[in-house]
Protein backbone atom coordinates (compact mmCIF):
# COMPACT_ATOMS: atom_id res chain seq x y z
CA UNK A 1 0.00 0.00 0.00
CA UNK A 2 1.32 3.12 -1.01
CA UNK A 3 2.57 5.38 2.44
CA UNK A 4 0.33 8.52 2.64
CA UNK A 5 2.27 12.08 1.56
CA UNK A 6 2.36 14.90 3.47
CA UNK A 7 -0.08 16.76 1.06
CA UNK A 8 -2.50 13.52 1.84
CA UNK A 9 -2.45 13.81 5.37
CA UNK A 10 -3.48 17.83 5.27
CA UNK A 11 -6.10 17.34 2.70
CA UNK A 12 -7.73 14.93 4.66
CA UNK A 13 -7.53 17.37 7.94
CA UNK A 14 -10.91 18.67 9.37
CA UNK A 15 -10.02 21.56 10.92
CA UNK A 16 -12.11 24.51 12.19
CA UNK A 17 -10.37 27.56 9.97
CA UNK A 18 -9.18 29.20 13.20
CA UNK A 19 -7.83 26.37 14.67
CA UNK A 20 -5.78 25.67 11.55
CA UNK A 21 -4.35 29.32 12.04
CA UNK A 22 -3.14 28.90 15.13
CA UNK A 23 -1.66 25.16 14.70
CA UNK A 24 0.15 26.60 11.52
CA UNK A 25 1.50 29.98 12.72
CA UNK A 26 2.51 28.79 16.22
CA UNK A 27 5.29 26.75 14.62
CA UNK A 28 5.90 29.24 13.01
CA UNK A 29 6.88 32.13 15.39
CA UNK A 30 7.91 29.09 17.78
CA UNK A 31 11.10 29.57 15.40
CA UNK A 32 11.42 32.69 14.89
CA UNK A 33 13.99 33.90 17.09
CA UNK A 34 17.05 31.02 16.67
CA UNK A 35 18.98 33.72 14.56
CA UNK A 36 19.67 36.70 11.96
CA UNK A 37 19.52 35.09 8.56
CA UNK A 38 23.35 34.86 7.58
CA UNK A 39 22.19 37.09 4.23
CA UNK A 40 21.92 40.19 6.54
CA UNK A 41 23.24 43.10 4.12
CA UNK A 42 27.03 44.62 5.08
CA UNK A 43 25.00 48.18 5.87
CA UNK A 44 21.57 48.27 7.07
CA UNK A 45 20.04 51.47 7.87
CA UNK A 46 19.25 53.17 11.52
CA UNK A 47 15.77 53.07 11.16
CA UNK A 48 16.20 49.06 10.53
CA UNK A 49 18.09 48.91 13.55
CA UNK A 50 15.99 50.87 15.86
CA UNK A 51 12.78 48.73 14.14
CA UNK A 52 14.46 45.31 15.10
CA UNK A 53 15.39 46.87 19.04
CA UNK A 54 11.51 47.21 19.66
CA UNK A 55 10.73 43.75 17.38
CA UNK A 56 13.12 42.32 20.17
CA UNK A 57 11.70 44.29 23.47
CA UNK A 58 8.09 43.32 21.91
CA UNK A 59 8.64 39.63 21.62
CA UNK A 60 10.96 38.72 24.55
CA UNK A 61 8.64 40.70 26.69
CA UNK A 62 5.41 38.83 25.60
CA UNK A 63 4.17 42.23 24.90
CA UNK A 64 0.89 40.89 22.65
CA UNK A 65 -1.00 44.25 23.26
CA UNK A 66 1.66 45.98 21.26
CA UNK A 67 2.47 44.38 18.16
CA UNK A 68 1.28 46.80 16.10
CA UNK A 69 3.67 49.57 17.19
CA UNK A 70 6.39 47.13 16.60
CA UNK A 71 4.07 46.51 13.26
CA UNK A 72 4.40 49.54 12.22
CA UNK A 73 8.11 50.20 12.88
CA UNK A 74 9.30 46.87 11.09
CA UNK A 75 6.73 47.65 8.41
CA UNK A 76 8.25 51.23 8.04
CA UNK A 77 11.76 50.28 7.56
CA UNK A 78 11.08 47.34 5.03
CA UNK A 79 9.21 50.39 3.10
CA UNK A 80 12.64 51.95 3.33
CA UNK A 81 14.75 48.81 2.04
CA UNK A 82 12.48 46.59 0.59
CA UNK A 83 15.94 44.35 0.30
CA UNK A 84 16.59 43.99 3.65
CA UNK A 85 15.82 40.32 4.55
CA UNK A 86 15.62 40.65 8.51
CA UNK A 87 13.21 43.34 7.90
CA UNK A 88 11.00 41.97 5.29
CA UNK A 89 11.11 38.59 8.28
CA UNK A 90 10.25 40.91 10.84
CA UNK A 91 6.70 42.03 9.48
CA UNK A 92 5.89 38.07 8.40
CA UNK A 93 6.82 37.00 12.18
CA UNK A 94 4.61 39.73 14.24
CA UNK A 95 1.62 39.13 11.49
CA UNK A 96 2.10 35.30 12.58
CA UNK A 97 2.44 36.21 16.10
CA UNK A 98 -0.72 37.87 16.30
CA UNK A 99 -2.68 35.23 14.91
CA UNK A 100 -0.70 32.20 16.73
CA UNK A 101 -1.49 33.32 20.11
CA UNK A 102 -4.86 35.02 19.15
CA UNK A 103 -6.50 32.97 22.15
CA UNK A 104 -5.54 35.99 24.18
CA UNK A 105 -8.54 37.79 22.48
CA UNK A 106 -11.57 37.94 23.81
CA UNK A 107 -12.85 37.97 20.32
CA UNK A 108 -11.35 36.94 17.17
CA UNK A 109 -12.44 38.78 14.20
CA UNK A 110 -13.18 37.01 11.20
CA UNK A 111 -10.34 39.87 9.44
CA UNK A 112 -7.29 38.10 11.44
CA UNK A 113 -6.96 36.04 8.68
CA UNK A 114 -5.59 38.56 6.48
CA UNK A 115 -2.51 38.33 9.13
CA UNK A 116 -2.06 34.87 7.29
CA UNK A 117 -1.47 36.24 3.65
CA UNK A 118 0.26 39.26 4.96
CA UNK A 119 2.76 36.97 6.63
CA UNK A 120 2.98 34.41 3.66
CA UNK A 121 3.64 37.73 1.41
CA UNK A 122 6.35 38.47 3.65
CA UNK A 123 8.21 35.31 4.28
CA UNK A 124 7.85 34.87 0.27
CA UNK A 125 9.90 37.84 -0.19
CA UNK A 126 12.71 37.13 2.77
CA UNK A 127 12.92 33.59 1.22
CA UNK A 128 13.73 35.23 -2.05
CA UNK A 129 16.21 37.44 -0.63
CA UNK A 130 17.95 35.17 1.59
CA UNK A 131 17.43 31.84 -0.60
CA UNK A 132 20.42 29.91 1.74
CA UNK A 133 18.24 30.69 4.89
CA UNK A 134 16.25 27.12 5.08
CA UNK A 135 14.14 28.79 8.21
CA UNK A 136 12.55 31.17 6.01
CA UNK A 137 11.34 28.50 3.50
CA UNK A 138 9.82 26.39 6.34
CA UNK A 139 7.76 29.44 7.83
CA UNK A 140 6.67 30.03 4.48
CA UNK A 141 5.71 26.70 4.11
CA UNK A 142 3.69 27.36 6.87
CA UNK A 143 2.01 30.11 6.13
CA UNK A 144 1.15 28.78 2.19
CA UNK A 145 -0.20 25.91 3.94
CA UNK A 146 -2.19 28.50 6.54
CA UNK A 147 -3.54 30.02 3.58
CA UNK A 148 -4.85 27.02 1.61
CA UNK A 149 -6.67 25.41 4.58
CA UNK A 150 -8.62 28.79 4.71
CA UNK A 151 -9.05 29.20 0.47
CA UNK A 152 -9.56 25.13 0.31
CA UNK A 153 -7.33 25.67 -2.09
CA UNK A 154 -5.25 21.93 -3.44
CA UNK A 155 -2.92 23.69 -5.63
CA UNK A 156 -1.88 26.27 -3.01
CA UNK A 157 -1.70 23.00 -0.32
CA UNK A 158 0.60 21.52 -2.77
CA UNK A 159 2.76 24.36 -2.88
CA UNK A 160 3.16 24.28 0.44
CA UNK A 161 3.92 20.94 1.02
CA UNK A 162 6.24 20.75 -1.80
CA UNK A 163 7.98 23.83 -0.11
CA UNK A 164 7.90 22.20 3.59
CA UNK A 165 9.43 18.96 2.54
CA UNK A 166 12.47 20.59 1.12
CA UNK A 167 12.94 22.54 4.15
CA UNK A 168 13.22 19.80 6.25
CA UNK A 169 16.02 18.27 3.67
CA UNK A 170 17.91 21.15 4.22
CA UNK A 171 17.67 21.91 7.87
CA UNK A 172 15.98 19.19 9.57
CA UNK A 173 17.16 20.16 13.39
CA UNK A 174 15.42 23.41 12.75
CA UNK A 175 12.11 22.17 9.93
CA UNK A 176 11.37 18.55 11.26
CA UNK A 177 9.86 20.81 14.51
CA UNK A 178 8.26 23.41 12.32
CA UNK A 179 6.76 20.97 10.00
CA UNK A 180 5.82 18.80 13.00
CA UNK A 181 3.96 21.77 14.76
CA UNK A 182 1.84 22.50 12.09
CA UNK A 183 0.05 19.52 12.08
CA UNK A 184 -0.10 18.83 16.32
CA UNK A 185 -3.72 20.18 16.18
CA UNK A 186 -4.69 17.24 13.77
CA UNK A 187 -6.82 14.20 15.21
CA UNK A 188 -4.34 12.10 17.37
CA UNK A 189 -5.73 8.71 15.44
CA UNK A 190 -4.86 10.89 12.25
CA UNK A 191 -1.95 9.67 9.86
CA UNK A 192 -0.48 13.65 9.96
CA UNK A 193 -0.19 13.42 13.74
CA UNK A 194 1.50 10.48 13.79
CA UNK A 195 3.75 11.74 11.07
CA UNK A 196 3.99 15.13 13.45
CA UNK A 197 4.79 13.41 16.26
CA UNK A 198 7.87 11.19 15.08
CA UNK A 199 9.20 13.86 13.37
CA UNK A 200 9.58 15.81 17.41
CA UNK A 201 11.54 12.01 17.66
CA UNK A 202 13.54 12.78 14.72
CA UNK A 203 14.35 16.10 15.81
CA UNK A 204 15.67 14.97 19.00
CA UNK A 205 17.99 12.14 17.44
CA UNK A 206 19.69 15.12 14.96
CA UNK A 207 19.97 17.33 17.80
CA UNK A 208 21.52 14.87 20.27
CA UNK A 209 22.80 12.38 17.44
CA UNK A 210 21.63 9.42 19.05
CA UNK A 211 18.98 6.91 18.39
CA UNK A 212 15.99 7.21 21.58
CA UNK A 213 13.83 4.99 22.26
CA UNK A 214 10.38 5.65 21.50
CA UNK A 215 9.19 5.37 25.52
CA UNK A 216 11.76 7.64 26.57
CA UNK A 217 14.13 4.94 27.95
CA UNK A 218 17.64 6.46 27.47
CA UNK A 219 16.01 10.38 26.93
CA UNK A 220 18.23 10.69 30.34
CA UNK A 221 21.70 10.70 27.67
CA UNK A 222 19.83 12.95 25.22
CA UNK A 223 21.28 16.31 27.38
CA UNK A 224 24.77 15.46 27.46
CA UNK A 225 24.98 14.17 23.76
CA UNK A 226 23.27 17.14 22.76
CA UNK A 227 25.60 19.75 24.70
CA UNK A 228 28.85 17.91 23.42
CA UNK A 229 27.47 17.53 20.30
CA UNK A 230 25.78 19.98 18.92
CA UNK A 231 27.31 23.68 20.91
CA UNK A 232 29.95 24.46 18.16
CA UNK A 233 27.50 23.61 15.10
CA UNK A 234 24.74 25.30 13.02
CA UNK A 235 22.51 22.99 14.54
CA UNK A 236 23.26 24.98 18.25
CA UNK A 237 20.44 27.54 17.34
CA UNK A 238 18.01 24.97 16.36
CA UNK A 239 18.53 22.89 19.13
CA UNK A 240 19.75 24.08 22.20
CA UNK A 241 18.80 28.03 24.37
CA UNK A 242 20.28 31.16 22.48
CA UNK A 243 19.73 34.79 23.51
CA UNK A 244 16.94 34.80 20.69
CA UNK A 245 14.96 31.70 21.85
CA UNK A 246 16.23 31.75 26.07
CA UNK A 247 13.39 28.46 26.51
CA UNK A 248 13.86 26.57 23.38
CA UNK A 249 14.27 23.62 24.82
CA UNK A 250 11.86 24.36 27.52
CA UNK A 251 9.10 24.77 24.91
CA UNK A 252 10.08 22.20 22.70
CA UNK A 253 9.50 19.80 25.92
CA UNK A 254 6.67 21.34 26.45
CA UNK A 255 4.86 21.14 23.30
CA UNK A 256 6.23 17.34 22.33
CA UNK A 257 5.01 16.68 26.01
CA UNK A 258 1.76 17.34 24.81
CA UNK A 259 1.38 15.87 21.80
CA UNK A 260 2.55 12.56 23.46
CA UNK A 261 -0.44 13.20 25.80
CA UNK A 262 -3.01 14.03 23.42
CA UNK A 263 -1.39 10.29 21.72
CA UNK A 264 -2.47 8.43 24.40
CA UNK A 265 1.18 7.65 26.08
CA UNK A 266 0.83 9.81 29.10
CA UNK A 267 4.21 7.83 30.55
CA UNK A 268 6.22 9.29 28.12
CA UNK A 269 4.86 12.09 28.21
CA UNK A 270 5.64 12.67 31.97
CA UNK A 271 9.26 11.55 31.30
CA UNK A 272 9.53 14.02 28.29
CA UNK A 273 7.95 17.38 30.38
CA UNK A 274 10.78 16.10 32.88
CA UNK A 275 13.46 16.59 30.34
CA UNK A 276 12.63 20.33 30.48
CA UNK A 277 14.11 20.84 34.21
CA UNK A 278 17.58 19.94 32.48
CA UNK A 279 17.41 22.98 30.86
CA UNK A 280 20.19 25.71 31.98
CA UNK A 281 17.70 28.04 32.36
CA UNK A 282 14.49 26.08 33.49
CA UNK A 283 14.65 28.31 36.75
CA UNK A 284 14.04 31.58 35.15
CA UNK A 285 11.28 30.27 32.21
CA UNK A 286 7.99 31.99 33.13
CA UNK A 287 5.75 28.81 32.28
CA UNK A 288 7.69 26.60 34.94
CA UNK A 289 4.13 26.39 36.57
CA UNK A 290 2.29 25.22 33.57
CA UNK A 291 4.71 22.23 32.91
CA UNK A 292 4.61 21.27 36.50
CA UNK A 293 0.83 21.19 35.95
CA UNK A 294 1.32 19.10 33.18
CA UNK A 295 3.23 16.32 34.75
CA UNK A 296 0.47 16.17 37.79
CA UNK A 297 -2.09 16.13 35.12
CA UNK A 298 -1.09 13.82 32.57
CA UNK A 299 -3.11 10.84 32.46
CA UNK A 300 -6.29 13.10 32.66
CA UNK A 301 -5.18 15.78 29.56
CA UNK A 302 -5.35 12.62 27.27
CA UNK A 303 -9.34 13.03 27.06
CA UNK A 304 -8.73 16.62 27.51
CA UNK A 305 -6.23 17.43 24.40
CA UNK A 306 -8.53 14.70 22.37
CA UNK A 307 -11.69 16.92 23.49
CA UNK A 308 -13.81 18.83 20.61
CA UNK A 309 -13.28 22.48 21.19
CA UNK A 310 -15.12 24.57 23.27
CA UNK A 311 -18.03 26.99 21.59
CA UNK A 312 -15.91 29.60 20.85
CA UNK A 313 -12.85 27.71 20.17
CA UNK A 314 -11.20 28.15 23.46
CA UNK A 315 -10.16 25.19 25.96
CA UNK A 316 -9.65 25.53 29.56
CA UNK A 317 -6.28 23.43 29.18
CA UNK A 318 -5.02 24.01 25.27
CA UNK A 319 -2.32 22.11 24.10
CA UNK A 320 0.76 24.75 23.97
CA UNK A 321 -0.27 24.70 20.28
CA UNK A 322 -3.76 26.45 20.81
CA UNK A 323 -2.61 28.53 23.75
CA UNK A 324 -1.09 32.25 25.03
CA UNK A 325 2.19 30.43 25.47
CA UNK A 326 2.39 29.08 21.57
CA UNK A 327 5.28 31.27 20.88
CA UNK A 328 6.09 32.56 24.47
CA UNK A 329 7.01 29.42 25.40
CA UNK A 330 10.18 29.41 23.84
CA UNK A 331 10.93 32.91 23.75
CA UNK A 332 9.92 35.37 26.83
CA UNK A 333 12.20 36.10 29.11
Same mark, same amino acid.
Given at each position: ?????????????????????????????????????????????????????????????????????????????????????????????????????????????????????????????? #?????? =? %? /???????? &???? !?????????????????????????????????????????????????????????????????????????????????? #?????? =? %? /???????? &???? !?????????????????????????????????????????????????????????????????????????????????????
Amino acid at each position: MKKPSLLDRLQHARLPIVAAMAATLGCLVAGIAMAQSTSTPPTRQPAALRADQLFWQTFHGGDYEHIQASLEASTAAYLRDPNDAVSTAHVGWLHMWRVAESSRLDHRPASITDDIVLARKYFQKA #AALAPD =D %A /RYRGFLAS &AILA !EAQIDQDASLRQQGADIMQQAVADWPAFNLFTSGYVMSRLPASSDGFKLALEQQWQNLEVCGHMTLDRHGGNLDRFAQGVTQ #ATANSR =D %A /RACLNSDK &APHN !EEGFFLNMGDMLTKSGDWQTARKVYAAAKQSPNYAQWPYREVLEQRIRDAEANVSVFNAAPAPGGKSATPMMIGSDAACMACHQR
